[in-house]
């Protein structure tokens, strides 16, 4: 009798240790699902949190973009044609008048040209230096070009009464100077006036008349 009671109380101890057993590993089956759902969880927010920040990133412009727009519309203001870019003139410097001529001379013969008088004294005569040279080729092969000293005549403006000019020509020749058939003579000076003809050597051989 005793002995089937122990028996009994060892099947029900050994019961109670496998339920008690079972119920454990149930439970750390339990808990190991739950720490496994949790990862997973935690998984799945950080990445939703990854997914967050890309979009986020995605969609706010770099600032390597930005700077490459700006640069390209700099670039759309560099190159306006340069046709529509009007230059500024610099300045000039104002061109001096030219003096009005006080007399001017017409030549009657080939050999002679016109002359504008714009200074106050001219020399006439086969010198180089004079103002208006006797030098031309066709001058030269005339008959009277001997005749012709190396300074002829002179041309020059005084200032007279009442603040006017008075034009006078002067005699330097050794064959004579004439104007209106009249002789000047060496060293002597007349008045010149409007039209009148000045001849070389002879009064026969007129040059060119004086326009005021």
């Known amino acids: ?30 808990g190991g ?13 950080s990445s939703q949190s990854q997914g967050t920040s890309s979009s986020s990133t995605s969609t706010v412009p770099s600032s390597s973009q930005s700077s490459h727009s700006s ?32 007399a001017r001379l017409w030549a009657l013969q080939d050999g002679f040209s ?13 010198d180089k230096s004079c103002e208006y040279c006797f030098d031309e ?4 092969r005339t ?12 041309i020059f403006r005084e200032m007279g009464p009442k603040n006017s000019y008075i034009a006078y020509i002067e005699d330097h020749s050794g064959n004579g100077t004439f104007v209106n058939r009249e ?10 006036n409007n039209n009148s003809e000045i001849a070389l050597s002879v009064w026969s051989n007129k040059v ?3 326009v005021r």
Not at 33 to 45: A, P, R
Not at 114 to 126: I, T
């Open 1 to 30: 009798m005793s002995r089937e009671t122990d028996v009994e109380c060892q099947q029900s101890h050994g019961s109670a240790s496998s339920q008690s057993h079972g119920s454990s590993t149930s439970s750390q089956s339990q």
């Open 33 to 45: 699902f739950l720490q496994s759902h949790g990862l997973s969880s935690q998984t799945q927010d």
């Open 71 to 102: 640069s390209g519309t700099l670039s759309s203001l560099d190159t306006v044609s340069t046709q529509e870019l009007y230059s500024i003139p610099e300045d000039q410097e104002p061109e001096e008048p030219v003096p009005a001529p006080w």
């Open 114 to 126: 016109n002359l504008e008088c714009v200074n106050d004294n001219y020399w006439f005569g086969r």
């Open 137 to 140: 080729p066709l001058l030269k």
């Open 143 to 154: 008959d009277k070009y001997r005749t012709y000293s190396k300074k002829h005549f002179r």
């Open 183 to 192: 002789l000047v003579g060496k060293g002597r000076r007349l008045p010149l």
């Open 208 to 210: 060119v008349p004086v």
